[in-house]
Structure formats: structure tokens, C-alpha cells
């Protein structure tokens, strides 16, 4: 929507639970947590809703994508082994590195 509030529109299904967006630093894409596939996976899109892709695929959670700076790159939160950590993913390529982990 525009900032005064008009030219609202569905971005994602009302059907499907997609939550915590997250605009991109240049404004053109939005990254958001979504449970379509059964599990919370994050997914990214252009900023008109077009262009949906999965960037996670485990069986633990994904949650709560963040935007580095550079808008090539999220920061999410995993679950992994029962723990939660931190991780940062390279949103072309798909991979997932920790940023920290949990003392087991």
C-alpha cells in the first residue's frame, strides 16, 4: 500500500499462513516466513508479489528472515539439533551457514 494507506493489495494467500515479512535494503524484494509446505520455510518475493521462491528446505524451523545490508543475503533463525542458532543464508544460491552454535 501507498503510505497514506491506499492502493492496498494482497500480496500472498489468505489460505496459507505467511507471516513476518521483511522488506530488502533497495526495496524490491520481501522475505517472509510461510508454512505452505508444512513447516515454517522462508521464502522470498518481488516487492508486487510475483516471483515466489523457497530459500530454506529442512524439517526444522526457518524464522525470522532478516535483510543484511548488502540485499543479497538474510540472517534467519534455525532450529537444528533442538536448538535455535543463527544463520545466514545466500539468497541466489540457496546455502545456509551458521553464524553461531549452541555449545552442545
Known amino acids: 500500500m ?7 493489495r494482497r500480496l500472498t ?3 496459507l499462513m505467511d507471516i ?10 520481501i522475505a517472509f516466513v510461510s ?4 513447516n515454517y ?3 522470498v518475493m518481488n516487492i508486487d508479489g510475483g516471483n515466489v521462491r ?16 548488502n540485499g543479497r543475503q538474510l540472517v534467519i533463525v534455525s532450529e537444528q539439533d533442538g536448538e ?6 545466500d539468497v541466489s544460491a540457496r546455502v545456509e551457514q551458521p553464524i553461531n552454535a549452541s555449545p552442545r
Open 2 to 8: 501507498a503510505v497514506d494507506g491506499s492502493d492496498e
Open 13 to 15: 494467500l489468505n489460505t
Open 20 to 29: 513476518r515479512p521483511a522488506v530488502s535494503p533497495d526495496g524490491k524484494q
Open 35 to 38: 508454512t505452505r509446505t508444512g
Open 41 to 43: 520455510e522462508v521464502f
Open 54 to 69: 523457497r530459500v530454506t528446505n529442512s524439517e526444522e524451523r526457518d524464522d525470522y528472515p532478516t535483510w543484511h545490508p
Open 84 to 89: 535455535f542458532d543463527l544463520y545466514m543464508i
